[in-house]
């Protein structure tokens, strides 16, 4: 079973992002995928410091990861805070199937060619993708 754990912003925020940590676990990580990892999530003055509402990285240095961190913006309101969750979920997803190496740079084992745009990122693209699916 997965375990989320929410610091940070308000306490109506906390527990939103915590409620939609859950169904997205159970949305995206299908069976096993989502026994014994770990979601810590601070939110906090993101956008200040880092330009980004939101951020997911792993915290270990296991080659199977299984305990992540994320970062999302307080300034958001409600609607952009259950979107950005959703959206950082789907990185957690990315690393636990290995789709997305740790340091960004390879996408289901191939190089990710520079881009201008690292919006236009083929990870970065579904999690857009599957943030609104997710949100509707």
């Given amino acids: ?50 330009k980004v509402v939101g951020m997911c990285s792993w915290s270990e240095d296991n080659i199977r990861p299984r305990v992540f961190e994320i970062e999302i913006d ?24 290995k789709e997305l190496s740790e340091d960004g740079k390879k996408w289901l084992g191939k190089q990710i060619p520079n881009s201008k745009n690292p919006l236009d990122d083929p990870h970065e693209e579904e999690a857009y993708r599957l943030e609104e699916v997710l949100f509707q």
């Fill in 1 to 50: 079973m997965a375990l989320v754990s929410v610091t940070g912003g308000k306490k109506s925020q906390r527990h939103l992002v915590q409620d939609v940590s859950y169904w997205a676990i159970y949305e995206l990580m299908h069976g096993n995928m989502a026994n014994n990892i770990e979601v810590d999530i601070n939110i906090t003055n993101l956008c200040e410091r880092e």
């Fill in 74 to 97: 307080k300034d958001l309101d409600d609607r952009e805070l259950i979107k950005t969750v959703c959206h950082e979920m789907v990185h957690v997803k990315q690393y636990l199937r």
